[in-house]
């Protein structure tokens, strides 16, 4: 089954522990993306990845680091989580990139920093 | 600036009428892209439908239509003959063209729905 695969789907953390949480999809896509989502904002993007080694910063990247090793992977990493990281997180996929096709999202990750 | 307004943060409905969702956004790119989706309670993303700037006609997808009014930038989603399975929150999303490049989707704050038997 093509699927889009988030882990931990919820997790309560504490200020300042480093935590990662991992996607990967199934699908040989090419482009990853990470988004958070809050009350009022919608999604805003984190980060994205057009191919293996290749990563940029999208709106909100503070806080937040990624990376790309292989091409089925792509882990979102908070060095030191705060407070204001607390939010709904979503990983997505897509062949190319963001274009006129669907981007497969995975069932997301509930964080709470205290 | 906000480039997607959602100005509807809740709608509703009753089963088996029409609701017209509404949304509009601000871009100065020719090529773009406009999309809504779905997240249920469960919270999943759902792909509802794509509307591509250059495209002539309305997009359908089964129930679900959009009225894409270039003008007026705007690209409401219609649902017609609303089911209990349509509550939920619906985004408008937009992919900018040559400025934007393929690389992100910019979504509004949602409008919840909720369908009333």
């Known amino acids: 089954e093509a699927q889009v695969t988030q882990n931990p789907r919820y997790l309560i953390t504490v200020t300042g522990k480093k935590l990662t949480v991992t996607c990967s999809q199934n699908?040989?896509?090419?482009?990853m993306s990470w988004y958070r989502q809050d009350p009022g904002l919608g999604l805003r993007q984190i980060y994205y990845?057009?191919?293996?080694?290749?990563?940029d910063k999208g709106d909100v990247p503070e806080g937040y680091k990624v990376s790309r090793k292989e091409k089925r992977n792509f882990p979102l990493i908070l060095e030191s989580p705060s407070p204001n990281q607390t939010s709904l997180y979503f990983c997505?996929?897509?062949?190319?990139?963001?274009?006129?096709?669907?981007?497969?999202f995975g069932e997301g990750s509930r964080l709470t920093v205290l | 600036a906000q480039k997607i307004t959602q100005t509807q943060p809740g709608m509703f409905v009753q089963e088996k009428e029409a609701v017209t969702l509404d949304c509009t956004y601000d871009?100065?790119?020719?090529?773009?892209?406009l999309f809504w989706y779905k997240q249920p309670s469960s919270g999943e993303m759902i792909f509802l439908i794509y509307?591509?700037?250059?495209?002539?006609q309305n997009a359908t997808e089964g129930r679900y239509s959009l009225n894409f009014q270039k003008a007026r930038k705007s690209a409401n989603l219609v649902i017609s003959a609303s089911q209990l399975g349509d509550s939920a929150m619906y985004f408008c999303?937009?992919?900018?063209?040559?400025?934007?490049?393929?690389?992100?989707?910019?979504f509004g704050a949602g409008t919840r729905l909720a369908v009333h038997p």
């Open positions: 997505a996929s897509s062949l190319t990139g963001v274009d006129t096709g669907e981007l497969f």
């Open positions: 699908m040989n896509h090419e482009y």
């Open positions: 990845s057009m191919n293996v080694e290749v990563t």
């Open positions: 871009t100065s790119d020719q090529s773009y892209g």
């Open positions: 509307q591509g700037s250059y495209d002539e």
């Open positions: 999303a937009m992919r900018e063209g040559f400025t934007g490049g393929y690389n992100k989707l910019i």
